[in-house]
């Protein structure tokens, strides 16, 4: 890491001040010598369909009570009167069920969360806990003079195959490269009212033709750099006030999320209020987005303001319910967004699964005039059991509005706006469209063929809303020459192979492939040779380990 780009991260936060970071940096110095200690690295995990909500729990690791010392007996007794010990006295120890094995190694394989601030690892020290150990396992929960420090992290390669899609939507540019990714963090509780959390991520891209996208390089910054104050714990709940960098992610992450498939992830700057009682979680936040760059420390930007109000209430009548409302102002593409939406998931007494997702968005346009956009998204699945395999199938439909003027055609015009969403989860894994001016009907279905292998095929139906133009997954009008021809956008179908080697090691293997419609070939001022060929295809094979 260059000297002048730790001087800027650690001298220059207007965040945390300069005895935390030198503290924070000390502590991850050492982690190489815990991991020389530790072995070869032997787990990982990843979270390919999983979701996470607001309200992750920050408590301080805590210590189960010593158990009760056996009793001692005063009275004299007799050879006759011995009799075999008993192998589980619950009165003075543990019992461990069958449900508390089972609970302790389920919590060891959802100890990694979407974000790391968010893992744990308390299982760890649950004595009802008897399965295997992992490389960084002795990392967590160290005892400090001043509290407990957990260091971890992850290490992660990806090779890409792109076919007609290099860069951003159909290109007509072909590319094959290697990415590389490694996070370490250290999160350190000093008691059960202060916490600190460092995280920090570097990000290559190898042995492409044309230049990286802007999601693939960061050379060594920080994702996370916050200190936590409890300000409220008893039975009226628990808030928590966080100041600092922070990644969000939110619901589904339809509108808010790390962007954990880019290289670099996505991160904030700013403050937050979290608060959480049993089943309900609210948090507030007022940040800065803080832009990717490659070669120097990466800075919050003033101009992009985003803020908002999030709330979620587990165990409803009807599931998990989520509402929300977010800002987003964008003075560098001079627009001021404002959008309130909610969710409703979970499963019918019948069995069937169901996630409905809609939002409304007002504000300002870049162009001066009021803003008006929404999104839906309508989903029912179900799981099923067959003689060979027991595939989960969902049939979604995803609409967002578009402007129905060519001439305004940008960033801020009147279509919806995605925010900052995991786009690659929804509208397919070539990322050739963002979520707007879109209809998408598409199709998926997740089977297990093993204990540890997991098939996706999702198939999508694209077209456009209004005959304009497609958006890119970051919002830029993919044509702005000519209006669409014909708003048949085309066929995807994606396939992936989730390979889990373990809860720490993981594999992904996957292929796309694009057929374009109609809009394609009736469309003027496409990129050259895409009028042509205008179908795509996308490899790539990933692997990945967390400690």
């Not at 590389?180 to 009212?193: G, P």
């Not at 019918?348 to 839906?376: K, R, T």
């Amino acid at each position: 890491m260059h000297r002048s780009k730790i001087s800027r991260m650690l001298w220059g936060s207007r965040w945390i001040a300069t005895p935390l970071a030198a503290v924070l940096m000390a502590a991850g110095a050492n982690a190489n010598d815990y991991l020389a200690a530790e072995g070869e690295l032997q787990s990982v995990t990843v979270q390919t369909t999983g979701e996470e909500i607001s309200g992750e729990s920050i408590q301080p690791m805590v210590d189960f009570e010593a158990l009760e010392s056996e009793q001692a007996y005063n009275a004299q007794v007799g050879f006759h009167e011995f009799a075999p010990a008993a192998t589980c006295n619950c009165c003075q120890t543990t019992c461990c069920t069958k449900e508390k094995k089972e609970a302790a190694t389920k919590a060891m394989k959802s100890a990694f969360a979407g974000v790391f601030y968010a893992n744990k690892f308390d299982y760890l020290n649950d004595p009802c806990y008897d399965g295997p150990s992992f490389c960084g396992d002795c990392l967590k929960g160290m005892s400090t003079p001043l509290g407990t420090l957990s260091l971890g992290g992850e290490t992660r390669f990806r090779y890409h195959n792109e076919r007609n899609h290099r860069g951003v939507g159909i290109t007509g540019r072909d590319d094959n490269f290697w990415l590389f990714r490694q996070r370490l963090y250290a999160d350190w509780k000093l008691n059960d009212m202060v916490r600190f959390y460092a995280e920090g991520l570097h990000a290559e891209s190898m042995g492409e033709q044309f230049n990286a996208r802007p999601i693939e390089v960061n050379n060594m910054d920080f994702l996370n750099l916050f200190v936590d104050v409890n300000l409220l714990s008893g039975d009226a709940g628990k808030l928590t006030a966080r100041l600092g960098r922070q990644e969000l992610l939110y619901g589904a992450q339809r509108t808010v999320s790390p962007l954990d498939w880019a290289n670099t992830r996505r991160t904030f700057e700013g403050v937050r209020l979290l608060y959480q009682n049993d089943d309900t979680s609210l948090d507030g936040f007022w940040t800065e987005f803080v832009p990717v760059d490659p070669r120097d420390g990466d800075e919050g930007d003033n101009n992009q303001q985003f803020y908002g109000v999030y709330g979620t209430q587990k165990n409803t009548a009807l599931g998990q319910l989520e509402g929300y409302y977010l800002g987003y102002d964008n003075d560098t593409a001079n627009f001021s967004f404002h959008t309130i939406g909610g969710r409703s998931s979970g499963s019918s007494d019948g069995g069937i699964l169901y996630d409905f997702e809609s939002a409304y968005q007002f504000g300002e346009n870049s162009n001066g005039s009021d803003h008006s956009a929404a999104f839906v998204t309508a989903g029912l699945g179900r799981k099923v059991n067959t003689a060979l395999w027991s595939p989960t199938v969902w049939l979604y439909y995803d609409y967002a509005s578009g402007d129905d003027d060519f001439a305004n055609a940008a960033p801020g015009d009147d279509g919806y706006n995605h925010l900052f969403p995991l786009a690659h989860k929804y509208n397919g894994f070539m990322d050739l469209f963002g979520r707007r001016n879109l209809h998408d009907l598409n199709v998926f279905s997740l089977t297990p063929l093993s204990d540890k292998v997991s098939l996706i095929l999702w198939y999508h139906y694209f077209a456009l809303a209004e005959a304009t133009t497609p958006y890119s997954v970051v919002m830029t009008p993919y044509n702005t020459t000519s209006p669409a021809g014909d708003r048949e956008l085309g066929h995807e179908i994606d396939v992936l192979f989730n390979i889990n080697l373990n809860p720490r090691n993981n594999i992904l293997v996957g292929y796309s492939h694009f057929s374009a419609g109609d809009y394609y070939d009736t469309t003027m001022g496409l990129p050259a040779g895409v009028a042509d060929d205008a179908d795509a295809d996308f490899f790539y094979a990933q692997f990945q380990t967390r400690y």
